[in-house]
């Protein structure tokens, strides 16, 4: 089911905002009438963006500073309804604030708290809802929220280390080819017309250079022209699935980088079992929800019989073995975890070691990236300066 947003009003009353679930657009408005309710205005799916919305800019809602509030507030033994209303009360973003009343409103109207994170689309990652489920059926939903908390946070800090440790590195290469682009389209052509004023032949190394200034002045639209168009034949050959799987395919054949792609996916999808095991999510279940959390389609088809295995009766670190997206070392204290009975703690520590290796990966790789541009770029001037000289040269031995 969807949760529909109306402006509405009952007869005598002022009109305001209500969500109701039905399976379509049209049993809402079933549901409407039956309540004796006028509709003023539809507002779209909850939780779903407008399209304007969706192509002009995402939504400001922060799942991750909600679930920051929300867990204290609940294991202080605070009502969710309450604590959603602090929360509401709080927020200084209208669209964080409208957000937060929509839970609310459904809280009211008798929904799961559950289903009404569900309805919101994408705003959430896909084991929360899940989550919070299990923790609303064993009765503890605080131990849940304030997981998912720390899953969120660490997440978060992950992205953050990439995206800071990636600025220095990207900045280095953007003016490298700036330089380089600079060199070779506006300073070569110039030095190469001083020939010509002169009525000189170009020194061998002039003609050299001027290639190469032909080359990259033509690829500065051939290749990104190509580029697209070999990508939208591929897509219409093979179709968008195909295609987005081989491309898939080829991302993890880069050397360095693949293997840290599939790292990255990795913590997530063991950082997910070890949450939902610890809050006694079936295991089965459990299989299935962390499955979702891989993005790599690629990968994700090396985990598509966890479950069927799991049903076969075998233990985890049994229907785990042999698939090659697992680190070495996560099996054998597996299954030590089962033999001791916490396999929730023991996949917790893998996570955080296979996310410190990872970390140490990402600043290796990168360290060696920045001295690699800078040679890169000190070739290239220096080509470019040896080729000059080299031509001056030979205008002096002419004279």
Known sequence: MSLYRYIAAAPGETPHEILIEADSLREAQGKLRSRHLTPIRFCGEAGIESDEKSLWRKSRVDTCQFTRQLAPLLAANIQLERALAIIADSSADPEQKQFVNSLRQGLHEGKKFSDLIRSHGKLFPGYYANLVESGEESGCLPQAVEELYKFMTENKELKSFIVSSSVYPIAILGVTLIVTILLFTVFV???????????????SSMVFLMEASSFFFHALWVIPVSVFLIWEVLKKYWGKELFYYRRSQLKLEIPILGKIMVDLEM?????????????????????????????????????????????GGEKLSAALTGNCFIPAEMVPMLRVGEETGSVGEMLGRIASNLEADTRAKIKRMLSLFEPAVIVFLAVIVLIVVVSIFAAMMEINAIN
């Open 189 to 203: 052509p110039k030095f190469a017309r001083i020939f010509a004023d002169m009525g000189r032949e170009l020194p």
């Open 267 to 311: 913590c997530r999808y063991i950082r997910t079992l070890a949450i939902l095991l610890a809050n006694h999510v079936e295991i089965i279940r459990t299989v299935k929800i962390a499955e979702k959390i891989i993005v790599n389609p690629v990968i994700a088809d090396g985990f598509r019989n966890i479950d069927r295995k799991l049903k």
